[in-house]
């Protein structure tokens, strides 16, 4: 039955063409092939076209451009679909899918009417899991475990779900114009467990993340967290109440006493920029303007050539 699901890719990338590669790679790996892929190119440089022109006898490839802006870039691949699909993934651009990723998402959507999203779990450099649900087997996730437990790189999205929630918000996430860089596929997902749809996670779907995002003692990954603080704080005032709010916030600003308290001054400094971060977001106030690294100046810090420590995971927009 899953092999009746034809199964789409939404990739917005901006300058990263080694990482793009390793991602096309994994699509033309799959064990159930993509019927779609649509990469909207933010760099313009050829660099990224060059990559696409190698996979075009092995992937159905479209490559479109867009401004700037992963929830602009996905919501233009989304549109420029044809619309025969069942269900569209919007993989990160530094990511690869396990071979079986594919197969595993359809396989789960084949088992309810109304699931919407089937979300799995993004492996990260050194092997660190984002996600483990105990017992290990497919969980319905609610409006609380949602949060905790989705990444939207190892989302994938049914058609009719996307049709009746709408796509991303483009003020959310990395790239907009706004002080808000992340967190536009928690809002989406959020969205859709209002409208009562199901959100399923499946521990079988494995994503894996390839490029260097950083340790708490760099200062570029504590401004990105900062910024990555501010979407998510945006968010949960949309769609938490003031109590689970302020538990996210106790526990966040625990860990900043905690990392003191242990002598380990750069992880508080980190804790301490998500508290302001989430505050900034919750009350829409910026305290004090930290510019947020633009995605090509900050190839280095995601591009393991250029840096030989490899971290265990930032959070993602």
Same mark, same amino acid.
């Given at each position: 039955m899953s092999a009746q699901l034809h199964v789409a890719c939404v990739i917005a990338t901006i300058g990263r063409p080694v990482h793009l590669d390793t991602l096309l790679r994994s699509l033309a790996d799959q064990t159930q092939p993509p019927t779609q892929v649509i990469v909207v190119d933010q760099s313009h440089t050829t660099d990224t076209a060059t990559v696409i022109d190698t996979y075009r006898d092995r992937l159905p490839l479209r490559r479109i451009t867009s401004d700037r802006g992963a929830s602009l870039g996905r919501n233009t691949g989304l549109a420029a679909l044809d619309p025969d699909y069942d269900i569209v993934a919007f993989p990160d651009d530094d990511v690869r899918l396990a071979p079986d990723a594919l197969a595993n998402a359809a396989a789960a959507f084949a088992t309810g009417d109304h699931i919407g999203v089937v979300s799995g779990a993004v492996i990260f450099p050194g092997g660190y899991r984002s996600h483990r649900i105990a017992g290990g087997h497919r969980t319905v996730l609610n409006k609380a475990t949602v949060r905790t437990n989705t990444i939207e790189a190892s989302c994938f999205f049914s058609a009719k779900f996307l049709r009746s929630v709408g796509g991303f918000d483009?003020?959310?996430?990395? #790239?907009?114009?706004?002080?808000?860089?992340?967190?536009? #596929?928690?809002?989406?997902l959020l969205r859709g467990v209002r409208r009562g749809w199901t959100v399923l996670f499946d521990p079988a779907i494995l994503v894996y993340e390839t490029g260097y995002n950083g340790t708490p003692e760099d200062h570029l990954y504590r401004v990105k967290c900062r910024h990555y603080a501010r979407g998510t704080g945006r968010v949960y005032r949309r769609h938490y109440g003031p109590g689970t709010v302020a538990l996210i916030l106790g526990r966040q600003a625990g860990g900043v006493v905690y990392f003191l308290l242990t002598g380990r001054g750069r992880r508080a400094a980190w804790c301490l920029q998500q508290v302001i971060g989430l505050v900034e977001g919750l009350t829409g106030r910026l305290l004090n303007e930290v510019k947020a690294p633009e995605p090509l100046e900050a190839r280095r810090f995601y591009d393991t050539s250029a840096r030989s420590t490899t971290g265990t995971g930032a959070p993602h927009e």
């Open positions: 483009e003020t959310l996430g990395v #790239g907009n114009p706004t002080p808000w860089q992340s967190t536009a #596929g928690l809002d989406l």
